[in-house]
């Protein structure tokens, strides 16, 4: 049995980067560049306001102020998205919205609010300057944000909104990026099933299925849903082929010492094991290996495979530790870790046989610090203990448990708003 951090070190060994494709900006949101982007024009790609106002020439208003307005005659109006064929000359100015190209002649702008404009009757010919204004005032440069040529975003860049919103602006219409990961789910399991089957006395909901999904689906991958098998070699192994091309397997149950937990075995004859068992609770028993596949080009591959335990916490918690992050690589992603707060535990912990211990709990903060309580009952059947959580207390292994007071590290599920 090995540790948490040596099974994630051997998960990780296991998995590489995929490789690139080219998609459509609005539908690369969380995916890595694989490539760096660069510039074809300035952005802005002239000259413009920043504000509402008067475009104008700075030595014309040179003494300006309420008590002596300098009084400039009017001759163009411009709005963004045009072009003033006028000239601002000596004693000129033309009215401009934000975002509208500077005239030529102009040196700056003057806001509305610093003219008369609202005592004047309808568009005015003439307009009295309130301030003096420097060359440059209210004026956006030609490349002030980006430049032509320039290097915009980087390779290994993450995309998010600002960045598709940066794309955009570049008339970027497609990109190329790590593609997502397809993850292929499968629950095992006679006493399994269905969601849309009537439910009989001795069977239970596939909610690992779904909650597996989920979360690989929340993590920026593309769940593919295989079903249930039952509890033989042939029927995990025919369910199986289905998930032969994908980018990840992941089963939960039949991966204990049962008289029918058959996934290693099956495991051992389409691939090979790389480990079984994690000291963890909860989620112990644990395989990871390499399952025989192919590519959707018929070249063999090994797929990373996880045989998850069929208690629906135990499997959720280790999708979050090794499944989670083996997919943030696939994706080209950096960092894999979850973020960590030191939390005040409001409840007693127990480590009885020298595991590490991930506990349910929900943290808030208070003041300055973070307080984390149980979420209930600690059984790895519990779902809604997840469901009630936004954090993992851990107590290492070398610690008996912890009481009411202590602290400890929480690894947080989510991250929001609520909690910070």
């Known amino acids: 049995m090995i540790s948490v951090d040596q099974a994630l070190v051997k998960v990780l060994e296991n998995v590489a980067v995929l490789e690139a494709e080219e998609a459509p900006i609005l539908s690369c949101l969380g995916q890595v560049l694989a490539e760096d ?92 300057v309130l301030i003096e204004v420097a060359p440059g005032a209210e004026i956006r440069r030609a490349g002030e944000d980006i430049a032509a040529g320039a290097l915009v975003l980087k390779q290994g860049t993450r995309l998010r909104a600002s960045e598709i919103g940066v794309l955009a602006s570049l008339g970027c219409g497609k990109v190329k990026v790590v593609r997502r990961p397809v993850v292929a789910i499968l629950s095992t399991g006679d006493e399994i099933a269905d969601i849309a089957q009537p439910l009989s006395q001795s069977k239970i909901y596939n909610s690992n299925s779904y909650s597996l999904a989920a979360l690989v689906k929340h993590y920026g991958a593309v769940p593919r849903m295989l079903g249930i098998a039952l509890d033989n070699e042939d029927s995990l192994m025919d369910k199986l082929e289905a998930g032969r091309d994908a980018d990840m397997v992941i089963t939960s149950g039949g991966v204990s010492l049962g008289d029918y937990d058959v996934v290693r075995e099956v495991l051992e004859k389409e691939g090979r094991t790389v480990f079984w068992r994690v000291r963890e609770k909860p989620g112990k028993p644990l395989v990871f290996g390499l399952l025989k596949g192919r590519s959707k080009a018929d070249v063999a591959k090994n797929i990373p495979f996880f045989g998850l335990a069929g208690n629906p916490v135990s499997s959720m918690v280790n999708f979050e530790l090794f499944a989670r992050p083996a997919i943030l690589k696939m994706m080209g992603r950096k960092h894999l870790t979850k973020p960590t707060v030191r939390a005040v535990v409001e409840d007693a912990i127990e480590n009885i046989d020298g595991r590490r211990v991930f506990t349910r709990v929900f943290v808030e903060k208070r003041g300055d610090g973070y307080f984390a309580r149980l979420t209930g009952p600690q059984g790895s059947g519990i779902l809604t203990s997840m469901a009630l959580a936004n954090g993992l207390a851990i107590v290492p292994e070398d610690e008996p448990g912890v009481k009411p007071g202590d602290v400890v590290d929480v690894m947080m599920l989510d991250w929001s708003e609520e909690v910070e």
């Open 37 to 128: 982007v660069f510039s074809a024009i300035n952005i802005p790609p002239l000259d413009n306001s920043a504000m509402d106002g008067y475009a104008v020439r700075a030595a014309d208003t040179r003494g300006a102020s309420p008590d002596s307005p300098c009084v400039l005659r009017v001759i163009d109006t411009v709005a963004a998205g045009a072009v003033s064929r006028s000239e601002v000359v000596l004693g000129t100015a033309v009215r401009i919205m934000t975002g509208a190209p500077i005239p030529d002649g102009a040196d700056s702008v003057v806001r509305f609010e610093d003219t008369d404009e609202t005592e004047r009757q309808g568009t005015p010919a003439e307009i009295g």
